[in-house]
Each structure stands twice: as C-alpha cells, then as structure tokens.
C-alpha cells in the first residue's frame, strides 16, 4: 500500500525518526524501509511533517504493514504511561499493586524490555539520583542509545533522563558550527583541537560524549564518582576517550585550572545553576557559548537565568542571549527552559 513517508538520508535518519516520533507524527501501522541509501518513514500527517522538519522531502511510496504486536495497553484495561531506557522500562507509580499489573504487562508484551523499574523518591541530594524500586529484572543498571551514541549506566547511583535527548541533540549539533569560537578564542584561526567544551555538570556524558564525536577536545566534571567512572566508560565506548577528560570534583574547585580554556560551557544542574556562574565565567574563553539550563515560573521562565548572567559576566563580557528554548514543562506552572548566551570578552 502506497503511504506518505519522510525521505531522508541514512545518516540523518534517527534525528529525523526522533523529530517526527517526538511529535507523534510517525504511522506504526507501516514499517519504516531503506533503500539506497535512504529511510522512508511513514508518517501520519505530511502538512505537520513539513512544520515539524527544517527540511523535508515526502514521498509516496509502497510500505510492509507492521506485524501487529502486543502492547502492554492491549493487557490491560487501561494505557499505562512509561520510559523506555535502553533494555529497562520506567514507570511512576504510587499503587504497589497497579505497578506490579504494569510491569507484568510490560513482560508479557512484545516491548523489548527485561526490566521494570518504578520510581520510588523524587530526584535528590547533590548528586541528583532518584531511589528505584526493582520490578523485574536483575539490576539497575543499562545501555541506552541515543542519536548514534551509546551511554551504559546505573540508574541507581547516577542521575539520567531519557527524556532529554532531543534537547542534547539540539546543543550538540551547534558544535560543529562552531567554528567562530574556536577561531576567535585563539585569534589565531581555528585550534588545532577542535572546539573546547567544558561541561560542568557532566553525569555519565550525555552532552560530552556526542560533542567529542563532533571533533570538541572536552573536560567532563561531576561530583559523583560513579557518574565519573561511566563517563570513562562511555568515553570509550563511543571511541572519543582521547578527546575526553573526566574529572570528579566539585567543578568550583576545578575551574580555576581551566581558566579561559572553554568555547562552550554546559551547566545542566537546574534550580541552582546560578550558584556556578562565577566558575562559569572563569572558564569562558574570549568567545564562549553558554547553554544555561533553568527552571523557573512560566511568567517569567528567562529572566531570572538571564539576569544572573548578566549579573556574573558584566562588564568583562558582552552578553547576548541567542536563544531562548523551553525544553519541557516541569510542573504545573513551571518549565524547564535554556538559554543560549554568547559572551565576549
Ligand atoms: N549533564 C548530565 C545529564 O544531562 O544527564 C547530568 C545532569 S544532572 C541534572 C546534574 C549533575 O551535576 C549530577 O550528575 C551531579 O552529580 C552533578 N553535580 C552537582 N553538584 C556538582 C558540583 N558542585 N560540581 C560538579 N558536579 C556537580
């Protein structure tokens, strides 16, 4: 049968998968196919489709129909909502015995997953980790896969959201265009060792991880030794450890080390990131991109990030605010935005 499908070369194929599924615009009716080279993904709606991708080209085109498979919804008398994180599924659910329902239906499913983790405490402590009740399965632990990287952790001792891969992807992919940095922080052309990305909150290496893949030489710091030795691993892992640089400390105590060494700074640790922008500062080069995570009331999600920026980098910089991204709504009322600041000395 004949259906619409996005074509896309191979290469750019899971961005655009995860655009379109991030929208909810893929039809799982059809199999997605590839042919020379290129993905054909059936989608649902091609006027969305269009909004949705930068570019886009959509095509008719004959399809396999799906072997239908069973969800957990289809064994239950209700459509449980849940994360997959590489093999483990996460659900949030106060009721003991409607969390044991769901992750019985969630084995007995056709979903690829052997491990059922229900979230038993709201994330905490400086180390951001949330206490998981183990449902099935042997462990905490996983390898999860998002946009060509691969990230082994442990839920239980690390901090990791599934949910944030599309914002990653959108700063990781400023990377490469990042060339201005490096050329004007050196003065001399661009440096020999690709971008320099510093991330001061790094966890397991989300963001370090698909910017070293980018050609960035980068300094991954975390308070959490664990979060540390993942971020060694996943740095191997991904084939990039000769660009990385893992650190476990406080990143006050490492900044000074660094200073005026980044092009680009990550400081994903909402709710207190104001706390590190004097360290930020230290480490910003001449030229220095700042992607500043935040949650705050959605009256006024930037400004508070905004004028505590303003307020750590003036007079030394020049601040503008090149993007103002609302990555997700948080709490009712609240929302979990980024700013993307250039500073110039
Ligand atoms: N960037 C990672 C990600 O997106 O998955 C981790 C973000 S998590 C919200 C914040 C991280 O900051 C945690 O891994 C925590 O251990 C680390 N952290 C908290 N305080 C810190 C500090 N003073 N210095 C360095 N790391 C810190």
Known sequence: MEVPCVRVAREAGEATRSSLADADLIDDTY??????GQLYIPITDPDAASAVLEECE????????????????????FDPTYERLGEAALIDEDDPERAREIADAILESDLPAETVLNKASKVKGETR????????????????????????????TVYFSPRLATERHRVAEQVSEAQRAS???????????????????????????????RGATCV???????????????????GVADRVTAINDDVREVAAEYENWADRIVMNLPHSADDFLESAVTLA???????????????DPFGPGER??????????????????????????????????????
Not at 59 to 72: A, F, I, K, M, S
Not at 186 to 210: N, T
């Open 31 to 36: 199999e997605i196919s590839v042919a020379d």
């Open 58 to 77: 959509i095509v008719p085109r004959t399809v396999t129909e799906r072997e239908q498979q069973t969800t957990p919804a289809d064994l239950l008398a």
């Open 129 to 156: 980790v949330r206490d998981w009740e183990l449902l099935a399965g042997e462990n905490t632990t996983v390898v999860h896969r998002e946009y060509g990287c691969e990230f082994a952790l442990d839920l239980a």
């Open 183 to 213: 050329e004007s922080a050196s003065g001399q052309g661009p440096r020999a060792d690709g971008e320099h990305a510093f991330d001061m909150f790094a966890g397991v290496g989300p963001f370090v991880i698909p910017f070293a893949k």
């Open 220 to 238: 991954g710091v975390d308070i959490n030794a664990e979060a540390i030795d993942y971020l060694r691993e996943n740095a191997r892992r991904n």
């Open 285 to 299: 080069s001449d030229d220095c991109t700042l992607h500043y995570y935040d949650i705050q009331h959605e009256d």
């Open 308 to 345: 505590a920026i303003r307020a750590a980098a003036e007079p030394e910089y020049a601040v503008t605010v090149e993007t103002r991204h609302t990555v997700r709504s948080y709490a009712p009322h609240e929302l979990n935005v980024c700013l993307d600041v250039r500073l110039e000395r």
